[in-house]
Nanobody, 116 residues
Framework: QVLLVESGGGLVQPGGSLRLSCAAS????????MSWYRQAPGKERELVAS????????NYADSLKGRFTISRDNVKNTVYLQMNGLEFEDTAVYYC?????????WGQGTQVTVSS
């Protein structure tokens, strides 16, 4: 059974930080590119960041301005998203995504709320 289980979301004040984790099981994690997406209320799901299967290359949405960092641990089968300088506009459900060619999986999402 394939599982992607996100954690680390919550309520944070503007300017604060959170670290999201996504623990994977049921597939060969080290062979999959991993991404984080987010979906705010009333908006389409958008790509936040992605990382190649070996962690050598990363990609980020232009709007993030270097505030977020994606990383992975292929021993722990986990991908992370470090989020700094959080803004109100970062409020969304954050989803973990795994993809290799035609095969892909989604996590259930974790809520991040930025509020004062």
């Amino acid at each position: 059974q394939v599982l992607l289980v996100e954690s680390g979301g919550g309520l944070v004040q503007p300017g604060g930080s959170l670290r999201l984790s996504c623990a994977a099981s049921g597939f060969t994690f080290s062979a999959y590119g991993m991404s984080w997406y987010r979906q705010a209320p009333g908006k389409e799901r958008e790509l936040v960041a992605s990382i190649t299967y070996d962690g050598r290359s990363t990609n980020y949405a232009d709007s993030l301005k270097g505030r977020f960092t994606i990383s992975r641990d292929n021993v722990k089968n986990t991908v992370y998203l470090q989020m700094n300088g959080l803004e109100f506009e970062d409020t969304a459900v954050y989803y973990c995504h795994a993809r290799r060619q035609w095969s892909y999986y989604w996590g259930q999402g974790t809520q991040v709320t930025v509020s004062s």
